[in-house]
């Protein structure tokens, strides 16, 4: 089985269960690690990976495994397998749907062993779909490098965020559907590939988890990382 290792080199634990692929035989991606900006958190996403030693991004492409989205308002509940493509990120609070209010956090396996092959990464993005936002507002998304995740993951069995990676701070004017979150994870996918990591989980959820402002929904299935390769 396989098991993955945090930034710092620190063993995490194994995984049976069905990753994040990506690539055309069952590459996978690599964890994020940016400078964090002061009073900010992240999460992290899935991924695909150039197969070409040459500048340039890969085609994105990838098959979502194991992710799961928790709920501090029902922490002793798992959401894994319970809500469909929708991932959610920050504080809910609707009255039409009182089940589906509080802060919620998403986290997602993936696999890494398409970046075990010569070559210097130049660059590594993180992508994601955001179909819908309570708010057009800049409220930062925050990537982390955490460890393991099960289908029974709660909120008050969440694994450890280990370390911020990067952030992204969306904004447009509304409406503001279906828009694609980039995240810069250069020096994670580097460490995936140094220290030959099989897989990895990565957490999101927003920086700002007091206002529903800042609440979005995520497709686990459109996660992706695109590696430029020199």
Known sequence: MPTSRSLTGRRRSRSGYALLACGLVGGLAAPAAVAA??????????????KQRQPGPAAPRGRVGLWTSVNQAHPNRTYHGQTDDVARIGKRALRNNPELNGVWR??????????HRPGTIRKAELRILNPTSQSCAAYNVEAWD?????????????????????????????????????????????AAQQYRWPSMTLGLKAANERSSDAYKTLR???????????
Not at 106 to 115: A, E, K, N
Not at 150 to 155: A, E, F
Not at 220 to 230: D, E, F, I, Y
Request: contains cysteine.
């Open 146 to 190: 955490t460890g393991r995740i099960y289908p029974s993951t709660t909120w008050n069995r969440q694994p450890q965020w280990s370390r911020l990676l990067s952030w992204v701070s969306p904004s447009q004017r509304p409406p503001c559907p279906n828009r694609t979150l980039s995240f810069d994870v250069t020096r994670s996918a580097r």
């Open 106 to 115: 998403t986290f997602i396996t993936m696999g890494s062993q398409d970046l």
């Open 220 to 230: 686990p299935s459109t996660a992706r990382l695109v590696v430029h390769w020199n």
């Open 37 to 50: 900006s002061p009073g900010t958190q992240t999460g992290q996403t899935g991924t695909s990976v150039s």
